[in-house]
Structures are given as C-alpha cells and as structure tokens.
C-alpha cells in the first residue's frame, strides 16, 4: 500500500469513528449507507463514466455489465417513491389546507370582534348623546324657571314702585 493510500485509509476510519460517536449520542443520525457517506467526504463525489477504487480506466458498464440495475431503480422501487412522494405532496396539501382555514377561521372571529367593539363605541356615543340631550334640555328648564322668576320678580318691584290710589 502507497502512503497516499495509508492517508486515505488512516482518513476513512477518523471518519467512520467520528459518525459512530456522533450516532451514539444522538439517535437522529442515520447510519444507513454511513460508509458511502464517508467515502464521498473523505474522497470527493463519483465522478460521471467512473468506478472508484477500479483505477481511471474502467467505467461502469465494464465493471457492472451492461445490463446491471445498480445505478436504476426497479419498476417497483421507482413506483414507491413515487407514491412515497404523491403521499407526501397529498400531506403537504392537507396541511395548506388546515393552516388556511385556520387562518380564515382567525380572520372571521378578528372581524366579529372588531363589529362588536364598534357597535360598542355606537352605543356608548349614543348614551353620551342622550345624557348631553337631557342636560341640555334640563338647563333649558333652569333657565326657562329662571327667566320667569325674574319677570315675577320685575312685576313685583314695579308694583311696589307705582304709588298708592
């Protein structure tokens, strides 16, 4: 083995070891196809009409056949992802839905509640406009009584001013 291909070699464990540390402590990392993942970061993406590790020379179809399904989906597989994703473009749907609703439902109770206070600024208006009605009127009558006394009063004084017959 070349010292390059020791580096790379010493590399690709560093790497598998820190993915298996990582997926110890969190089980959210997906150690499924972990070596294929390993091998791209340490090594760079495959590269087209290539087979890594065969040298420059050998493409797929030499190394594979020509008739090899390695880099194709089956019918099947292809006809599950695409279910897999029409159910999932069907949840994305559902979920638009329910969030639009929910926003028109928000949207209809933020307009009830605006009419309703509205309705209660009318009628508070229209209390203070009856009260101010009733203490016009009321210093209306103040005024009427006291106008009256006056001429009472003004009926008086010229009576008791006339001199006696």
């Known amino acids: 083995m070349t010292s390059e291909a020791g580096e790379i070699m010493e590399k690709l464990k560093e790497k598998k070891a820190e993915y298996e ?14 070596d294929n993942r390993i091998i791209t970061e ?29 880099y194709m989906p089956s019918g099947s597989q292809a006809q599950a992802e695409v279910q897999r994703l029409r159910d999932q473009i069907a949840q994305m749907q559902a979920n638009t839905v329910e969030q639009i609703a929910e926003v028109q439902r928000k949207y209809e109770e933020l307009q009830q509640q605006l009419r309703a206070e509205a309705a209660e600024r009318e009628a508070a208006a229209a209390a203070r406009e009856a009260e101010a009605r009733v203490m016009v009127a009321e210093q209306s009558k103040k005024y009427d009584d006291l106008q009256l006394q006056l001429q009472q009063m003004m009926h008086m004084f010229q009576q008791s001013q006339k001199p006696p017959s």
């Not at 540390?21 to 972990?34: G, M, Q, R």
């Open 42 to 70: 340490v090594l760079g993406p495959e590269r087209y009409g290539r087979v890594r590790f065969q040298g420059s020379g050998v493409t797929p179809t030499q190394y594979f056949g020509s008739g090899s399904q390695q």
């Open 21 to 34: 540390a990582i997926a110890s402590s969190d089980s959210s990392v997906n150690l499924e196809n972990i």
